[in-house]
């Protein structure tokens, strides 16, 4: 029976699985190198080896109702897109109230996590760690979850880049970025166009002299303020949109969103257009970057061919003189150096994982990875559903198929990825928010169900149904019910709008205003209308009231 568990890393994934190990009734120990928690939101003035790096000005690209945890909203007076420093906060309240922060033993890392003598009977793991005075420790864990990320080391492919040993000016990975003070009066190359490389080229351009930006592929560009001014992730990542999404042809689907993003800005027109579709990969999250195209502080071109001293010459045999600074938004790889290397199995470009979290080929399923996953939304609700099942496991309440039955659904899933989606071995890790959101739910038991809802909540049904699928929908029902999660679906758009009141207005006289308008538009046009009428066919006005006389004996 698992009992003691331990939790490597205490960023959000590792939050959630000590909290989720709390709530079934296991003790966990969680070891982080570090001496605060937050993982990669916590930011250092200096990059660490080995760690996850931020710059000072980031903000999250995912609204605050859909990153936060399911049974911890996030305050409602909080931005809807927070700063670094706002979500380290809310980490921490999150641990403070779910009192974590006793199991968290800071300043530690950890060496290595093998398999004990005895595992083909307990299960058990041996974890070796050091504290920050270099002294190693030896324990025994009934289980262990990996929570360290993929955002660690830095891929810097200089071999792709023939002549860089010759460049003259400075090079870096966006890893190592963290404002822009050394590119002030220079000439810049951001090499990569992701969000990385969105919000370095677009932050660079407020003080370079300018700023060029190479891609190989290309990429579709969202905005993070949608329709009306909604957070697009609220808009449209809906229960109702997935369901759209099983029902109609996907080369639709990727017409019907290519043609409104180009309506808001023609990917063409921008030099933006990748060579895939709009569901292939996940889009770039930047509201920023058109304008700087537009306005010419940032320009867009193709792969680099090669590097001359300070030249750079790109694939269309265009030339950039005189570069100073080139920043590599190149990615990143991904290893677990403490792990045995027989431990994990590889599928095409990925670490194969049952449902990417289970190892296939366990004799005992007491070894997880949580939050080891990219979609098109916020990772701690997803590590937070990752953790939920694993500890669920561990507790011997859900059974894991066979090893066999595992490793073919872990090979089954690689193919419908790559069939899906863009692969490589830098991006082989994405998944369809909800789908994968809903299939864990299953496997736990905490599905919303629209049906059951339909007949008897109805008022609920419509929020879950064409609301933002929220973390919260998974609290409703089943293992791990929260009594609040109906109040928090109901008051989701509250807390969207409350950080935005910040100038009382009149309600009342703006609604008269917009009933006035539209008053005088319907009059307007059935005024347009009657003289068309007349125009056309002078008799036909008359007549109609004629008829409509009352008639007398």
């Known amino acids: 029976m698992v009992h003691r568990v331990a939790v490597i890393g205490a960023g959000p994934s590792g939050l959630a699985s000590m909290k989720a190990c709390l709530d079934e009734g296991m003790v966990p120990t969680c070891f982080e190198s570090s001496d605060d928690l937050g993982g990669l939101w916590k930011l250092k003035a200096m990059s660490e080896p080995n760690r996850a790096s931020i710059y000072r000005s980031l903000t999250i690209n995912i609204s605050k109702?859909?990153?936060?945890?399911?049974?911890?909203?996030?305050?409602?007076?909080?931005?809807?897109?927070?700063?670094?420093?706002?979500?380290?906060?809310?980490?921490?309240?999150?641990?403070?109230h779910f009192k974590l922060l006793q199991h968290i033993r800071f300043q530690t890392s950890v060496k290595s996590v093998?398999?004990?003598?005895?595992?083909?009977?307990?299960?058990?793991?041996?974890?070796?760690t050091e504290n920050r005075d270099g002294q190693e420790e030896r324990h025994v864990f009934d289980a262990v979850i990996c929570c360290t990320g993929h955002f660690n080391y830095p891929n810097l492919p200089l071999k792709d880049f023939p002549g860089i040993e010759t460049f003259e000016g400075k090079y870096f990975h966006s890893w190592d970025y963290k404002g822009p003070e050394d590119m002030h009066g220079k000439r810049v190359v951001v090499i990569g166009i992701g969000n990385s490389g969105g919000d370095i080229a677009a932050e660079g351009s407020r003080v370079?002299?300018?700023?060029?930006?190479?891609?190989?592929?290309?990429?579709?560009?969202?905005?993070?303020?949608?329709?009306?001014?909604?957070?697009?992730?609220?808009?449209?990542?809906?229960?109702?949109?997935?369901?759209?999404?099983q029902?109609?042809?996907?080369?639709?689907?990727n017409w019907f969103g290519e043609k409104k993003l180009n309506a808001m800005y023609d990917h063409t027109m921008y030099a933006l257009k990748p060579k895939h579709r709009l569901f292939s990969q996940i889009p770039v999250i930047n509201d920023d970057l058109p304008l700087k195209i537009l306005s010419g502080s940032v320009i867009i071109k193709p792969n680099v061919r090669e590097i001359r001293g300070s030249t750079v010459v790109f694939d269309d045999g265009s030339v950039v003189e005189k570069v100073d600074v080139i920043v590599f938004a190149t990615g990143y790889n991904y290893d677990f150096p403490y792990l045995p290397s027989n431990t994990m199995?590889?599928?095409?470009?990925?670490?194969?994982?049952?449902?990417?979290v289970f190892p296939p080929n366990m004799e005992h399923p007491t070894l997880a990875v949580v939050g080891f996953i990219h979609a098109l939304g916020a990772i701690m609700p997803q590590a937070e559903m990752q953790a939920r099942w694993v500890t669920r496991v561990f507790k011997g309440h859900k059974k894991l198929p066979s090893n066999e039955a595992?490793?073919?659904?872990?090979?089954?899933?690689?193919?419908?990825?790559?069939?899906?989606?863009?692969?490589?071995?830098?991006?082989?890790?994405?998944?369809?928010?909800?789908s994968y959101m809903d299939d864990?739910?299953?496997?736990?038991?905490?599905?919303p169900s629209l049906h059951w809802l339909f007949f008897t909540d109805y008022p609920l049904y419509k929020r879950v149904l064409w609301g933002p699928v929220t973390a919260y929908q998974y609290r409703l029902m089943g293992p791990g019910r929260w009594e609040g999660a109906r109040r928090a679906i109901f008051t989701q758009f509250d807390r969207m709008y409350q950080p935005l009141k910040t100038r009382k207005l009149d309600a009342q006289r703006a609604c008269t205003a917009g009933h006035l308008m539209k008053l005088s538009l319907i009059a307007m046009a059935t005024g347009a209308a009657v003289y068309y009428i007349h125009i056309r066919n002078p008799t036909t006005i008359p007549t109609l009231l004629s008829n409509l006389r009352p008639q007398t004996a």
């Open 65 to 96: 109702e859909m990153m936060c945890y399911s049974d911890f909203p996030i305050p409602a007076d909080y931005p809807n897109y927070m700063h670094h420093s706002k979500i380290l906060t809310y980490f921490r309240m999150y641990a403070d």
């Open 114 to 128: 093998k398999q004990s003598p005895n595992f083909s009977r307990t299960g058990q793991w041996e974890v070796v």
């Open 208 to 245: 370079a002299e300018q700023v060029y930006m190479s891609t190989r592929r290309g990429a579709w560009v969202i905005r993070q303020v949608s329709d009306n001014g909604l957070p697009v992730d609220m808009k449209y990542n809906t229960r109702f949109v997935h369901i759209l999404f």
């Open 247 to 253: 029902l109609l042809p996907i080369n639709f689907l």
């Open 345 to 356: 199995h590889k599928s095409g470009h990925r670490v194969g994982l049952y449902k990417h």
């Open 406 to 434: 595992m490793v073919k659904a872990v090979e089954n899933d690689t193919k419908d990825m790559e069939k899906s989606y863009i692969m490589s071995k830098l991006t082989p890790l994405q998944v369809d928010f909800v």
């Open 440 to 447: 864990l739910a299953g496997e736990i038991g905490v599905r």
